[in-house]
């Protein structure tokens, strides 16, 4: 079976785009430093899930993204996920754009954007 060079080309390069979300357990440290932070919280209802999918579901999707883990924290299904970027300018602009879709929700105090390793545990 034969290949061609630019098909070839495709599979590599859409394998390289996909960082997966690794998770982490309470007791786990961070095994990398974090780019980027994003700590969703919650005060009585749960997080937004919402918002939790479509950041996770970027992130997945985005080739600045060098690895990802996700740690959950709280007693409504809190969490933080924690981002390491190709380059500082890659956190800065993820960043901006995770904040804006943030700032946009019903509650956007429950979650917060970060630029390095995240308040949480």
Do not use: H
């Not at 904040?99 to 545990?121: C, D, F, H, Q, Y």
């Amino acid at each position: 079976m034969r290949i061609s060079l630019a098909a070839l080309a495709c599979l590599v390069a859409s394998a390289a785009a996909a960082a997966p979300i690794e998770p982490l357990t309470r007791e786990q440290r961070w095994p990398a430093p974090c780019s980027l932070s994003v700590d969703f919280g919650s005060i009585c209802c749960g997080i937004d899930s919402g918002l939790l999918e479509q950041v996770k579901l970027a992130i997945i999707a985005e080739r600045r993204v060098k690895q990802a883990y996700e740690r959950g924290w709280g007693e409504e299904g809190e969490v933080t996920l924690c981002v390491v970027t190709r380059r500082r300018a890659d956190a800065r602009a993820l960043a901006a754009r995770y904040g804006a879709w943030v700032k946009a929700r019903p509650n956007p105090e429950l979650t917060k954007v970060l630029l390095g390793r995240s308040r949480g545990p």
